[in-house]
């Protein structure tokens, strides 16, 4: 049977901040507005949540069509267009995940709206990598019960140190702390910095 690795998909597969930064421009642009002047409006329901991983993609949207008086399909549609879509995974993901497939079963640990994600995975092009009775998204996923789910013994890849500190003291799994950010390490755990070093993290345990 085929060891199991878990990616995490936002800031860890998918560059999340080049995303939502085309959706705004896109919107802003077809309400006829500045960027500057959008994001000052789009805080009134930035502030209304508790970060990204409650963003509701339909809340959003009429949110915005309120806040702009302007219809509410053509808002949607600007949002869901495919081309906010395109070139918004990190470059060293697509080799990544051809070569990891041949060798090991992959699939998703995710923290967001199923739906949204999955959304995501399937206009990337990402979603035919990961077998589907391994896709695990959760509203939250720090939980016991989130855990409960996840094959015992995985190797998990995850952009958020918080996660990884959290998966590292349950002992049960195999955390790798993918840090694109800086060149900070994490002494508990395997750190890397791109896909390419997590590929020479797995040969060291087979050494």
Not at 52 to 65: G, N, R, V, W
Not at 156 to 183: G, H, Q, Y
């Amino acid at each position: 049977m085929k060891e199991v690795i878990l990616f995490d998909v936002d800031r860890t597969l998918i560059d999340t901040t080049k995303f939502k930064e085309k959706i705004k421009l896109k919107i802003s642009q077809l309400v006829n507005i500045s960027l500057e002047d959008f994001l000052k409006i789009e805080q009134g329901y930035v502030k209304r949540g508790e970060g990204f991983t409650d963003f509701i993609p339909q809340e959003y949207i009429k949110f915005l069509s309120s806040q702009f008086d302007f219809d509410e399909s053509k808002i949607s549609k600007a949002f869901f267009d495919d081309d906010n879509f395109k070139d918004i995974l990190y470059d060293d993901v697509l080799d990544c995940l051809k070569s990891l497939s041949e060798r090991y079963t992959l699939g998703i640990f995710s923290e967001s709206f199923k739906d949204f994600q999955m959304l995501k995975l399937h206009k990337t092009g990402l979603l035919p990598y990961f077998n589907q009775d391994l896709v695990f998204i959760f509203k939250r996923k720090l939980t016991e019960e989130a855990f409960s789910f996840l094959p015992e013994g995985c190797f998990i890849v995850d952009d958020n140190l918080p996660v990884i500190r959290a998966l590292e003291e349950t002992r049960r799994f195999k955390p790798v702390w993918l840090n694109r950010k800086s060149m900070d390490n994490y002494e508990k755990c395997h750190t890397v910095h791109n896909l390419e070093n997590f590929k020479n993290v797995l040969k060291s345990f087979y050494v």
